[in-house]
């Protein structure tokens, strides 16, 4: 049977997008990371002209916290899980060329860092809301390492994919032979570290995204004091190597909070129907940020969002949003 993970441009039947539902995970922030997370929600239904989409929340008081923030037409649903990261927990869906089915992988809490009751079978779960057959691949992956251009090409890091705090029995080999048969992926690019400080050991959502076939998106460094300057210099130089094209996007620099360096990136952008939404940190080139996107996207609204509280529990956008392809 063939199978492809289609490409994020391909048209969405709905997205899963998951909504900030436990106190102790966001302390402090959680109501300000509830009003990012909607209004990104808003930004992808784009007043009905998007996919459906449908925010997901852990129980009865963060649900009735969603209805009072999203737009109307705006789908909330109230489905157990540890925390908003759908795009890794989510379940990935395949076309067979005659149906679509649902992957949903083993998750580990990132390597053992956060694991959390719920987010083990939320995959599952989803998909059976919308009857989709699930195959069980009892391995551990997460979606966000991952970006495909629909073509069988895929592009990940070594820093997670091949970490130990993962899969330590398996070989690159392995792992390339486990991709191909869950998703279809023939050929990957391997990139080296993501982004310094992220917590996923190097998600590559955070660092390179397919825009079109064998067309990949990788950051400009801002600044001499960039701390991914050299990451993103390998990443095209890698890019180059396998014969793919690439294009910049500004990179948001050194952005610190507390004293912290942290992975801010415009990188963790949702490609949706209608829009395109883009992470915002008060950064120099937000604006050029979203310019430079829309350039890639001349057929969708490209719109920035501020996504520095969703930012404090480890992730953006991408991170917390799952499609479901047509």
């Not at 195959?135 to 991952?146: D, I, N």
């Not at 064998?214 to 396998?242: F, H, K, Q, S, T």
């Not at 950064?283 to 969002?305: C, K, M």
Request: glycine share 10%.
């Amino acid at each position: 049977m063939t199978k492809t993970m289609l490409p994020e441009w391909a048209p969405h039947a709905r997205v899963w997008i998951g909504f900030p539902s436990h106190d102790a995970e966001w302390p402090g922030v959680i109501d300000a990371a509830r009003r990012e997370v909607a209004a990104f929600a808003n930004a992808v239904h784009a007043d009905g002209k998007g996919e459906a989409v449908h925010l997901i929340a852990a129980n009865a008081s963060s649900a009735e916290a969603a209805r009072a923030l999203a737009a109307p037409g705006v789908i909330v649903e109230e489905h157990r899980f540890g925390d908003i990261w759908l795009r890794d927990t989510g379940p990935i869906i395949v076309d067979t060329g005659t149906a679509r089915e649902a992957r949903d992988f083993g998750f580990n809490g990132w390597g053992g860092k956060y694991e959390m009751p719920g987010d083990e079978d939320i995959g599952s779960r989803l998909a059976a809301t919308i009857a989709l057959p699930v195959t069980l691949c009892r391995w551990v992956f997460e979606g966000g390492a991952l970006d495909v251009d629909g073509t069988g090409l895929a592009v990940t890091t070594e820093q997670c994919l091949l970490n130990t705090n993962r899969n330590p029995d398996l070989t690159r080999e392995d792992i390339a032979a486990r991709l191909e048969d869950a998703l279809g992926v023939t050929r990957i690019l391997w990139l080296g570290d993501g982004l310094l400080n992220d917590h996923t050991d190097g998600h590559v959502d955070n660092l390179a995204r397919f825009v079109a076939p064998n067309v990949l998106a990788v950051p400009a460094p801002e600044g001499d004091d960039d701390p991914n300057a050299a990451i993103y210099a390998d990443a095209r130089v890698r890019a180059a190597a396998m014969g793919i094209e690439t294009v910049s996007i500004p990179s948001p620099g050194l952005v610190r909070r507390d004293g912290e360096i942290i992975p801010a990136s415009y990188m963790n952008f949702y490609i949706g129907n209608a829009a395109v939404v883009v992470p915002l940190y008060g950064a120099p080139n937000d604006e050029a940020s979203i310019a430079a996107i829309q350039r890639l996207f001349p057929d969708r609204h490209v719109t920035g969002q501020r996504a520095d509280h969703i930012l404090v529990g480890g992730g953006s956008f991408h991170c917390i949003s799952q499609q479901v392809p047509i």
